[in-house]
């Protein structure tokens, strides 16, 4: 999911407001060999469920499976660029995200989940590891997901991808 080819883009209000109301993103490197495992709480559980399917539907290649989980004004950010629908999403970064996935490995090292109402916001800090492109993938992870349940259930409305070298 972490690609290399950057879009230009603003800043989203929302993301800063989820950002600093998340302890999860704090990048506490005394932290990075000794993780926790954070907690879901159990109003937002069911919306974790509809993220690790939206990785697993990316993993599996099932590109329809992960785009109905996404809103339709979905907003993607990524190492500073900007997807700002489902459409974009689909005709620009999903394929290579898909694959990106399929060739490489993720854990999830620490999550956090809240929910308030019908809004919900999970982050993950994790590793990813493998080989794309020919290349070896070695990124420590951060990802915020804002998701807003509707009639048909959780709905991803904003992604923030984030990654580094380890040190």
Same mark, same amino acid.
């Given at each position: 999911?972490?690609?290399?080819?950057?879009?230009?883009?603003?800043?989203?209000?929302?993301?800063?407001?989820?950002?600093?109301?998340?302890?999860?993103?704090?990048?506490? $490197?005394?932290?990075?060999?000794?993780?926790?495992?954070?907690?879901?709480?159990?109003?937002?559980?069911?919306?974790?469920?509809?993220? +690790?399917?939206?990785?697993?539907?990316?993993?599996?290649?099932?590109?329809?499976?992960?785009?109905?989980?996404?809103?339709? +004004?979905?907003?993607?950010?990524?190492?500073?660029?900007?997807?700002?629908?489902?459409?974009?999403?689909?005709?620009?970064?999903?394929?290579? +995200?898909?694959?990106?996935?399929?060739?490489?490995?993720?854990?999830?090292?620490?999550?956090?989940?809240?929910? +308030?109402?019908?809004?919900?916001?999970?982050?993950?800090?994790?590793?990813?590891?493998?080989?794309?492109?020919?290349?070896?993938?070695?990124?420590?992870?951060?990802?915020?997901?804002?998701?807003?349940?509707?009639?048909?259930?959780?709905?991803?409305? $904003?992604? $923030?991808?984030?990654?580094?070298?380890?040190?």
């Amino acid at each position: 999911m972490f690609r290399t080819s950057p879009a230009l883009a603003p800043s989203l209000a929302l993301s800063l407001i989820v950002l600093s109301a998340t302890p999860a993103f704090a990048q506490d $490197h005394a932290h990075e060999h000794a993780q926790t495992a954070g907690s879901v709480a159990a109003e937002a559980a069911a919306a974790a469920m509809s993220v +690790d399917a939206f990785h697993a539907a990316l993993k599996g290649g099932d590109t329809a499976a992960a785009l109905a989980l996404l809103a339709p +004004d979905v907003m993607i950010f990524e190492e500073g660029g900007a997807e700002r629908s489902r459409d974009e999403y689909a005709s620009h970064h999903l394929v290579s +995200d898909a694959a990106f996935s399929a060739a490489s490995e993720t854990t999830v090292t620490r999550r956090s989940g809240w929910a +308030d109402g019908d809004i919900a916001w999970i982050t993950s800090e994790g590793r990813t590891t493998g080989q794309f492109n020919g290349r070896a993938v070695d990124r420590l992870t951060t990802e915020t997901m804002v998701l807003k349940r509707d009639a048909d259930g959780w709905r991803i409305r $904003h992604i $923030h991808w984030s990654s580094r070298t380890p040190r």
